[in-house]
């Protein structure tokens, strides 16, 4: 049972746009930072958000983050092939003095 | 290029321990980072194991602290994983990864950087 809660899946076609919502609580996300990374089947997550809104350099920026509250949302605008992939949100908890994730969703195009 | 690679067993024996190591290249150990493990059963989400800084900083899950043993070697420039009473539950792909911490001491409190993953099965 994951701490994060996440839709287990999205879609969408290509040009469109995505949103991925990512649930916790004042002990995670209420208080903390949140960061989203990409998984593509076979390779090792990718940093795609970190600190709520912030991109690294090389992620293009059809990729946004955003939270409010014990909430938190990955939007993906301009939809392409290539963005299917998991989507995982991750946070530090306070209660349980360690790093959590979602559970992942799967986003299709 | 700061590169991570996991290495250790493929397959360990239920009650056994899991041992996993991971090798920094292109950059030291003792730089102001954090280094963690991670792992991910086949089909679910990621599960954070652990994490250390060269000062001697340790943190655990705690859901998995009573078997879990983190270590780091400087003449090396590794880290390692130590899982003891593994089984089945602990099948799954584990990660190492860097938290970068920066000037102002704070860490940036997610991973930049991962290793390509290293699969354990633990199976008789």
């Known amino acids: 049972q994951s701490v994060l809660i996440q839709p287990p899946s999205a879609s969408g076609t290509p040009g469109q746009m995505v949103t991925i919502s990512c649930s916790g609580s004042t002990s995670n996300i209420g208080s903390n930072y949140v960061h989203w990374y990409q998984q593509v089947p076979g390779a090792a997550p990718k940093l795609l958000i970190y600190?709520?809104?912030q991109r690294p350099s090389e992620v293009p920026d059809r990729f946004s983050g955003s939270k409010s509250g014990t909430s938190a949302s990955l939007a993906i605008s301009g939809l392409r092939s290539e963005d299917e992939a998991v989507y995982s949100c991750?946070?530090?908890?306070?209660?349980?003095?360690?790093?959590?994730f979602g559970r992942g969703t799967q986003v299709t195009v | 290029q700061l590169q991570l690679q996991e290495s250790g067993p493929g397959l360990v024996k239920p009650s056994g321990t899991l041992s996993l190591t991971c090798v920094v290249s292109?950059?030291?150990?003792?730089?102001?980072?954090?280094w963690s493990w991670v792992r991910q059963p086949p089909g679910k989400g990621l599960e954070w194991i652990a994490e250390?800084?060269?000062?001697?900083?340790?943190n655990y899950n705690p859901s998995l602290k009573s078997r879990v043993t983190i270590s780091l070697d400087k003449s090396k420039n590794h880290f390692s994983l130590r899982l003891s009473s593994v089984t089945a539950a602990d099948t799954a792909v584990y990660y190492c990864?860097?938290?970068?911490?920066?000037?102002?001491?704070?860490?940036?409190?997610?991973?930049?950087?991962w290793g390509q993953g290293t699969m354990v099965t633990v199976s008789s």
């Open positions: 600190r709520n809104d």
């Open positions: 990864a860097r938290d970068p911490i920066a000037l102002t001491m704070v860490p940036l409190g997610a991973f930049d950087i």
């Open positions: 292109g950059d030291s150990i003792n730089s102001n980072n954090l």
């Open positions: 250390i800084h060269h000062v001697g900083n340790i």
């Open positions: 991750a946070a530090w908890d306070d209660s349980l003095s360690g790093r959590v």
